[in-house]
């Protein structure tokens, strides 16, 4: 089972700041089946990036994911107040399909 | 617009089995591009995913739960299902039903059912 570890587990930014979260894999992720997911209160997941790098419908710009291998980060350029959530990183590359622990996104 | 929706108990008693049906409108679940997947959030928790099934009955599940998950599909009324026996205490959790591929939870999730096994 692939174990995936996030970093930092709290991120602390103000708005129009940039945010920079880590997904590193304790073995390579297969055709960089890796995918970001964003999680708001009381709310289900919402896909962000799949496939390391290519960013979901309804998500601006301003988020990018990128890496390969076993180190994969998900980057958002300028934080806006509807940004501060939790980010989940899951690799589907190989079975099972394994979720980090998230990272929480709060306002400093 | 593709839609999914869990339904069950929202109580299951210690030993017993969880069983959750997921409804599908907007979309066909025979289509042969998807799987339709479950995962599960424990309350303050992360995300584990459980399982996934595609429209022919090819099935992929969790190790960890294997031998106590079964997922079905029913493609006459759109709908797949859950079923978790022996159910504990750490089994409390948000249960989301999705539509992604083998592995992937995906883009098309429900609003989750929270299940608690208490007696």
């Known amino acids: 089972e692939i174990v995936l570890t996030q970093s930092p587990g709290t991120l602390s930014l103000s708005p129009g700041e940039r945010a920079t979260l880590s997904c590193r894999a304790s073995q390579s992720v297969s055709s960089s089946y890796l995918a970001w997911y964003q999680q708001k209160p009381g709310q289900a997941p919402r896909l962000l990036i799949y496939?390391?790098?290519s960013r979901a419908t309804g998500f601006p710009d301003r988020f990018s994911g990128s890496g390969s291998g076993t180190d994969f980060t998900l980057t958002i350029s300028r934080l806006e107040p509807e940004d501060f959530a939790v980010y989940y990183c899951?690799?589907?590359?190989?079975?099972?399909?394994?979720f980090g622990q998230g990272t929480k996104l709060e306002i400093k | 617009q593709l839609q999914l929706q869990e339904s069950g108990p929202g109580l299951v008693k210690p030993s017993e089995t969880l069983s959750l049906t997921c409804t599908v409108s907007?979309?066909?679940?025979?289509?042969?591009?998807?799987?339709w997947g479950w995962i599960r959030q424990p309350p303050g928790k992360g995300l584990e995913w459980i399982g996934s099934i595609n429209y022919s009955g090819s099935t992929y599940y969790n190790p960890s739960l294997k031998s106590r998950v079964t997922i079905s599909i029913d493609t006459s009324k759109n709908q797949f299902s859950l079923k978790l026996s022996s159910v504990t205490a750490a089994d409390t959790a948000v249960y989301y039903c999705?539509?992604?591929?083998?592995?992937?939870?995906?883009?098309?999730w429900g609003q989750g059912t929270l299940v608690t096994v208490s007696s």
């Open positions: 999705a539509r992604g591929t083998t592995l992937a939870a995906g883009a098309n």
């Open positions: 899951q690799q589907y590359g190989s079975s099972p399909a394994t």
């Open positions: 496939g390391a790098s």
């Open positions: 907007g979309g066909s679940i025979s289509s042969s591009t998807y799987y």
